[in-house]
């Protein structure tokens, strides 16, 4: 098990870690083929026009797309992976202060037994 120095500087490690977090996006970047009814050759032809959105769910089983430029795309993939490492991040210092309150328990309980 860690010390509490050693958490309390793996928790700062990880705290430093985060940075670029105003850049973040959370969703999926998907990439649709988008069909007109009438009125296309190339839809006529069966093969549409590719675009991509940026597709983010929420609470209740709700979802948003939002569609993105050709020239965003690489900017927006950058963002998700950003996102998804501050997540990973966040995570590993709550798992840390889960640990430190569980040492506080546990000093305050052999505190006790020594008075």
Do not use: F
């Amino acid at each position: 098990m860690m010390t509490r120095s050693q958490a309390l500087h793996k928790r700062e490690r990880l705290a430093n870690r985060i940075s670029g977090w105003e850049s973040v996006l959370r969703g999926s970047l998907l990439q649709r083929t988008v069909h007109h009814s009438s009125g296309c050759p190339k839809c006529a032809r069966g093969e549409g026009h590719p675009l991509w959105v940026l597709n983010v769910g929420y609470a209740g089983g709700k979802t948003r797309q939002i569609s993105i430029r050709p020239q965003q795309v690489d900017q927006v993939r950058k963002a998700i992976r950003q996102y998804q490492k501050v997540k990973d991040t966040l995570e590993a210092i709550s798992e840390i202060n889960q640990l430190l309150l569980r040492l506080d328990r546990s000093e305050a309980k052999q505190k006790e037994r020594t008075l």
